[in-house]
């Protein structure tokens, strides 16, 4: 049983999880918005592809929101919570960049055996390499019919 099977079948999930781990508020300052852009690209792309996915970079936007509220904003407060889902993914895309909080989610997920893809395109291809192995379409796995 390869990997797609084996968390679909064990976990009973349609959706595999993927995490996207990168730069947020990373020197030089000013930067955040290209990085939350690159990411919620990757996101809108996996999505697409019938992915679940956590954009732990969202919770920027509840911290602007807190910031306007006059609330302290939770920062890297944030990186536990994150943590936390990043152990219940199935895999991680590691977008490039320099990130303290991003190194330690690589660490996590090798801890955890989560693997890791630098790319959207490696990581649909991987899974769907491992997809063709089993001889499965989509259509087949879930809904029992090509």
């Known amino acids: 049983m390869n990997l797609v099977d084996s968390i679909t079948r064990e976990r ?48 920027w936007f509840v911290d602007r929101y807190a910031e306007g509220m006059r609330w302290q904003p939770l920062g890297r407060r944030n990186m536990p919570q994150s943590t936390e889902w990043l152990k219940l993914c199935d895999m991680i895309l590691r977008i490039p960049g320099v990130s303290y909080g991003a190194l330690r989610e690589e660490e996590i997920a090798r801890e955890c055996k989560i693997p890791i893809y630098t790319s959207v395109e490696d990581l649909i291809q991987a899974v769907e390499e491992e997809r063709e192995e089993t001889k499965l379409s989509y259509s087949e796995r879930y809904w029992g019919f090509d």
């Open 12 to 59: 009973k999930v349609d959706m595999l999880k993927v995490f996207i781990s990168g730069p947020i508020d990373t020197p030089p300052p000013g930067d955040q918005k290209q990085y939350i852009e690159k990411a919620m690209k990757a996101a809108y792309e996996l999505s697409e592809r019938g992915f679940a996915v956590y954009l732990p970079h969202a919770m």
